[in-house]
């Protein structure tokens, strides 16, 4: 937890996010999880996994946008991008930030953004999962994907086992008919708010696992950690859930190893592939993680 909030304090240093995203695409190592800059790249890498048999969501990067003007271009983006990645030869979904759509200006911004990415979805028969960002968004992102709802079953949100609120939230989202990514949470949270050590994390992911795979409608359980994967299944054997029910989901680049092996023994692996020039905060997420991470960019730093 320590080495974690000194990258997030590392990640708010202007000299060292320019140093990062200067070099990160060109010397390579931001590649490691940004499947690239433009759509282009990204499509590349969708259909590599989808040749392995891997479900695909693709996140267009971006976030904390603060000039409507631009949240109603990333929405026209969004659409297009919907456009390419619902061929059936390429069959993929997207995620996306409110804060990307608006939600830094209003809720209503947002929620307008993202319907009509929704609606155009709905179109082409495809899915839009709203990503779940910081604490002070939770309820706002949970307000719209209630007024969405019902309107487009097309639609899913996520939900964070580091929040003291996320069992409670579930119970009523559940009841909704929800589909939900049930996630660990990335961001810098404070104790009034989220767990802080990473054990009680761990136990309320499981708790709230169990109550998706018991009342949920088709979770999905996002994780890279063996041992609640391994549980997972487990449960999911224990009460007769079938395969199909539910899915797993990782991040593109990480653990890829985990990702064959959970398609190989026949569950449903979904890959989540971000992409775009505004890949900075999400790759120092990735490093804050798994503090080795930062090795690699260390080592790019000292020339090697
Ligand atoms: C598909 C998907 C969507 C997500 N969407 C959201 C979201 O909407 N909102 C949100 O707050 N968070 C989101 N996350 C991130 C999530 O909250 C965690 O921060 C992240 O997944 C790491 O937690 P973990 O469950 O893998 O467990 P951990 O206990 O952190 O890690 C378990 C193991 O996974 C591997 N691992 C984990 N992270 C890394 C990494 N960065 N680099 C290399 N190896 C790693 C390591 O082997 C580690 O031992 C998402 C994650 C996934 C997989």
Not at 167 to 196: I, S, T
Not at 228 to 242: P, Q
Not at 264 to 270: I, Q
């Amino acid at each position: 937890m320590v080495v974690r909030r000194a990258i997030h304090a590392l990640a708010d240093r202007p000299r060292v996010t320019r140093w990062i995203s200067d070099k990160g695409m060109r010397s390579g190592f931001a590649r490691r999880f940004i499947a690239g800059e433009t759509l282009e790249e990204a499509l590349a890498a969708i259909i590599e996994l989808r040749n392995k048999g891997m479900d695909v969501t693709v996140d267009y990067l971006g976030e904390v946008v603060r000039d409507a003007e631009a949240t109603r271009a990333v929405t026209d983006t969004y659409c297009s991008i919907l456009d390419r990645i619902s061929d059936p030869d390429i069959g993929a979904s997207i995620s996306l930030k409110p804060t990307h759509l608006g939600l830094s200006i209003s809720r209503e911004l947002a929620q307008e953004n993202i319907g009509r990415i929704v609606a155009h979805a709905k179109e082409l028969d495809n899915f839009v999962r709203i990503d779940m960002e910081d604490s002070s968004t939770t309820e706002a992102t949970l307000e719209i994907f209630k007024t969405l709802r019902p309107q487009y079953d097309n639609l899913g949100t996520v939900v964070q086992s580091y929040l003291y609120r996320t069992e409670e939230d579930v119970h009523k989202l559940n009841a909704l008919g929800a589909k939900l990514r049930l996630c660990k949470g990335a961001y810098k949270e404070p104790a009034q708010v989220a767990f802080q050590d990473k054990s009680e994390v761990d136990r309320n992911y499981v708790k709230v696992a169990e109550l998706l795979l018991r009342e949920g409608t088709y979770p999905a359980f996002a994780t890279h950690d063996h041992r609640v994967i391994e549980h997972i299944k487990s449960m999911a054997r224990k009460r007769g859930i079938d395969k199909d029910a539910f899915e797993f989901q990782m991040l593109y680049g990480i653990r890829r190893d985990v990702q064959l092996q959970i398609l190989e023994d026949g569950y449903r692996m979904r890959i989540y592939v971000p992409f775009g020039q505004q890949w900075l905060p999400y790759f120092m997420r990735r490093i804050a993680e798994r503090p080795a991470n930062a090795w690699f960019v260390v080592r790019a730093m000292l020339g090697n």
